[in-house]
Antibody, heavy 120, light 107 residues
Framework: EVQVVDSGGGLVQPGGSLRLSCAAS????????ISWVRQAPGKGLEWVSA????????YHADSVKGRFTISRDNSKNTVYLQMNSLRAEDTAVYYC?????????????WGQGALVTVSS | IVLTQSPGTLSLSPGERATLSCRAS???????LAWYQQKPGQAPRFLIY???SRATGIPDRFSGSGSGTDFTLTISRLEPEDFAVYYC?????????FGQGTKLEFK
């Protein structure tokens, strides 16, 4: 059974940093792209970042480019999202999700979400 | 690509048929269009991919159709657990974008 668990959320001041973790099991971890998708309070979904199975390729939305860094440790079946220079508009629930590339690029299995609140 | 979902809210009763629309600002390559269901306080659930293929374990009352710029999610006979928010998502062109959602509520 595939399991995805997000952690590391919390309250941080504007300009601060936070690191989210995504631990996964139940599949061959290093074969899959992992993405982060966020949802601001009462709003829709926004793709944030993605990383290839090997970790050699990373992608970020323009809204977080230069501030967020995605990485992975395949020996620990874990993906990380390092968030720096946080802004109020980064306040959201951050979901980690596996990517299915069978026919397109879809978010198949999701974590429960980690709430990040940026406020003074 | 901007995805516009309609209606914003759909009020129906269990047993009725639900039809949700997703319109793209330009043609979605290869009809790479997916649908997700989200209930309050929960993560989204993957329902449909490639516009019309059901994901693993999704009941056959859920069906997707459409091509190009116009796509539809149909729920043939609503069950109580189907009342939720539904999002479409395109992966025909980067960045991969979501619609703003349609809320399916009890009438």
């Amino acid at each position: 059974e595939v399991q995805v668990v997000d952690s590391g959320g919390g309250l941080v001041q504007p300009g601060g940093s936070l690191r989210l973790s995504c631990a996964a099991s139940g599949f061959t971890f290093n074969m899959f792209i992992i993405s982060w998708v966020r949802q601001a309070p009462g709003k829709g979904l926004e793709w944030v970042s993605a990383i290839s199975g090997s970790g050699g390729s990373t992608y970020h939305a323009d809204s977080v480019k230069g501030r967020f860094t995605i990485s992975r440790d395949n020996s620990k079946n874990t993906v990380y999202l390092q968030m720096n220079s946080l802004r109020a508009e980064d306040t959201a629930v951050y979901y980690c999700a596996t990517v299915n590339r069978g026919a397109g690029y879809y978010f198949e299995y999701w974590g429960q979400g980690a709430l990040v609140t940026v406020s003074s | 690509i901007v995805l516009t979902q309609s209606p914003g809210t759909l009020s129906l009763s269990p047993g009725e048929r639900a039809t949700l629309s997703c319109r793209a600002s330009q043609s979605v390559s290869n009809n790479y269009l997916a649908w997700y269901q989200q209930k309050p306080g929960q993560a989204p659930r993957f329902l449909i991919y490639g516009a019309s293929s059901r994901a693993t374990g999704i009941p056959d009352r859920f069906s997707g159709s459409g091509s190009g710029t116009d796509f539809t999610l149909t729920i043939s006979r609503l069950e109580p657990e189907d009342f939720a928010v539904y999002y479409c998502q395109q992966s025909g062109d980067s960045p991969y974008t979501f619609g703003q959602g349609t809320k399916l509520e009890f009438k």
